[in-house]
């Protein structure tokens, strides 16, 4: 099993970018589907984006969608969650999540086992 360790968060004004980053320990992480979550106060955990082990195929939540985009790089161990013009709505601490799968990655967050302790987003508008 992997551990994940999230970097990247921070305080950034609407309209600005950030670049999150999941790293994961272990020697298989090219076998695991990854995916980031987001939870605001008072809010649940929701889905925001993504990506099968060989990063062929992507989802991302309507809510992102053409403002951010999930990538990985197996050689580094590392999935990142590159976000762009920001909202002032996208402030949340950001989860990564791994689950050892083949196939397509899942977008609901039970379906993950493997969690990172979040990274916050302040977008300040």
């Known amino acids: 099993q992997v551990q994940l360790v999230e970097s990247g968060g921070g305080l950034v004004q609407a309209g600005g970018s950030l670049r999150l980053s999941c790293a994961a320990s272990?020697?298989?992480?090219?076998?695991?589907?990854m995916g980031w979550f987001r939870q605001a106060p008072g809010k649940e955990r929701e889905f925001v984006a993504a990506?099968?082990?060989?990063?062929?195929?992507?989802y991302y939540a309507d809510s992102v969608k053409g403002r951010s985009t999930i990538y990985r790089d197996n050689t580094r161990n590392t999935v990142y969650l590159q976000m762009n013009s920001l909202k002032s709505e996208d402030t949340a601490v950001y989860y990564c999540?791994?689950?050892?799968?083949?196939?397509?990655?899942?977008?609901?967050?039970?379906?993950?086992?493997?969690w990172g302790q979040g990274t916050q987003v302040t977008v300040s508008s």
């Open positions: 990506i099968n082990w060989s990063g062929g195929t992507r």
């Open positions: 272990g020697r298989t992480f090219s076998n695991y589907a």
């Open positions: 999540a791994a689950v050892n799968r083949l196939g397509a990655p899942p977008r609901i967050y039970r379906e993950y086992d493997t």
